[in-house]
């Protein structure tokens, strides 16, 4: 099956710098790479995703990069901001035929942004 | 996206009992599953909840521990059964909405806790 390793575990940053999240996979089928923010005591929430047909996507001040041929991922936020803490999972899915849904997440990253 | 609800949001169970979540969706969506996230961990498929027939459960999760009803495509419950305290976690509904391909959403989880 799929494995995904994240890192760093935490990361912690001055308010307007840069963070960079890397994750691994292991499974060259997968195709479907999305990234999912979680506050304290709330739900995942989706905040980009990438496939594997695209090398780099970019949403303001959040971009994801994909290498398929390295099998990482990397989250980039960039003039980050103190509600850019939480905690950041990423995950690998191949999203197919039936196979939706199915997502195998990295470890996820403690994002502080300190003011 | 979807609303999606889930009850009960958090419980304290006794050791040996057994507790059912419900998943209620304000839409009809093709694919439901069901997350655990032990504490301070990552997310971990525990099944897709197939609309009419027996769920499909990942490789650790078994049906006589976590048997999962789906009675239509809005709804879905998940027993926890016989619990103990290595039961403590959140449990997530999360669905893909019909048209969106790969997106998927979380309800807000239920904690358990198992004394």
């Known amino acids: 099956g799929e494995n995904v390793e994240q890192h760093p575990s935490t990361l912690s940053v001055q308010e307007g710098d840069s963070a960079v999240i890397k994750c691994t996979y292991s499974d060259s089928a997968s195709n479907y790479f999305p990234w999912y923010k979680q506050e304290l005591g709330k739900r995942p929430q989706l905040i980009i995703d990438i496939r594997s047909n695209v090398g780099e996507k970019k949403d303001q001040r959040i971009a994801v990069t994909l290498n398929k041929t390295a099998k990482h991922f990397s989250l980039h936020i960039t003039e980050t901001q103190p509600e850019d803490s939480a905690v950041y999972f990423c995950?690998?899915?191949?999203?197919?035929?039936?196979?939706?849904?199915?997502?195998?997440f990295g470890q996820g990253t403690i994002l502080t942004v300190h003011p | 996206s979807a609303v999606i609800s889930q009850k009960p949001s958090r419980d304290i169970c006794q050791r040996g009992t057994s507790l059912t979540i419900q998943c209620q969706v304000d839409?009809?969506?093709?694919?439901m599953f069901w997350y655990r996230q032990q504490p301070g961990q990552s997310l971990t498929l525990i099944a897709t909840a197939n609309q009419g027939s027996e769920a499909t459960y990942e490789s650790g999760f078994v049906i006589d521990k976590f048997p999962i009803s789906r009675p239509n495509l809005t709804f879905s419950t998940l027993t926890v059964s016989n619990m103990s305290p290595e039961d403590s976690s959140i449990y997530l509904c999360?669905?893909?909405?019909?048209?969106?391909?790969?997106?998927?959403?979380f309800g807000e989880g239920s904690r358990l806790t198992v004394l």
């Open positions: 999360s669905v893909l909405v019909r048209g969106i391909t790969g997106e998927l959403f």
């Open positions: 995950a690998a899915a191949f999203s197919g035929g039936t196979s939706y849904g199915k997502l195998t």
């Open positions: 839409s009809q969506v093709t694919m």
